[in-house]
């Protein structure tokens, strides 16, 4: 049974970091192209980064890029975020996904996390 566990999420003033985790099992993980997606109430699941299965590219969406870094160690099966300068707009439930495509849209993953909320406060 193919399971995705998020973790690190929490409540974070403005100005603030945070460390996202992963923890995959059930799949062939380094053969995976992973990535961060979020929601906010009310909004559409949103792209915020992706890494290919070595870890060798990556990709961020453009309300992110800069202060997000996507990372992967295949040797654990644990897919990283790690968030810096955080804003109140980056308020969301985070999820990681995995896919066999290198894709930015949320409908090429067939694998889903449940989830970590993210508050920051202003």
């Known amino acids: 049974q193919t399971q995705l566990v998020e973790s690190g999420g929490g409540l974070v003033q403005a100005g603030g970091s945070l460390r996202l985790s992963c923890a995959a099992s059930?799949?062939?993980?380094?053969?995976?192209?992973l990535a961060w997606f979020r929601q906010a109430p009310g909004n559409e699941r949103e792209f915020v980064a992706i890494?290919?299965?070595?870890?060798?590219?990556?990709l961020y969406g453009s309300s992110v890029k800069g202060r997000f870094t996507i990372s992967r160690d295949n040797a654990k099966n644990t897919l990283y975020l790690q968030i810096n300068s955080l804003k109140p707009e980056d308020t969301a439930v985070y999820y990681c996904?995995?896919?066999?495509?290198?894709?930015?849209?949320?409908?090429?993953?067939?694998?889903w996390g449940q989830g970590t909320q993210v508050t920051v406060s202003s």
């Open positions: 996904a995995a896919s066999r495509y290198y894709s930015s849209s949320s409908t090429d993953y067939n694998y």
């Open positions: 059930g799949i062939v993980f380094s053969t995976k192209t």
């Open positions: 890494i290919t299965s070595n870890g060798g590219s990556t």
